[in-house]
């Protein structure tokens, strides 16, 4: 059975916050939205949403913490 990331169909929004940082809003479908934050500029912030995307594309977040579980 193929197992699904759990990041699978995430959309992606760049914020610029209050403190003229950026945040990067990832909506997971059925789960509230959250924020990752701390990017100083707007290509950082897009530069991490691709990195994501291609992580999730491959399996290698999930892999990363299966291994760290089996610790």
Do not use: C
């Amino acid at each position: 059975m193929e197992q699904h990331h759990p990041h699978s169909g995430a959309t992606y929004e760049i914020i610029l916050r209050k403190d003229m940082t950026f945040g990067v809003e990832v909506t997971i479908p059925g789960m509230q939205p959250t924020t990752v934050s701390g990017f100083a500029t707007k290509m950082d912030a897009a530069r991490w949403i691709e990195k994501h995307k291609e992580e999730v594309a491959g399996g290698n977040s999930m892999r990363r913490r299966l291994k760290v579980w089996k610790r």
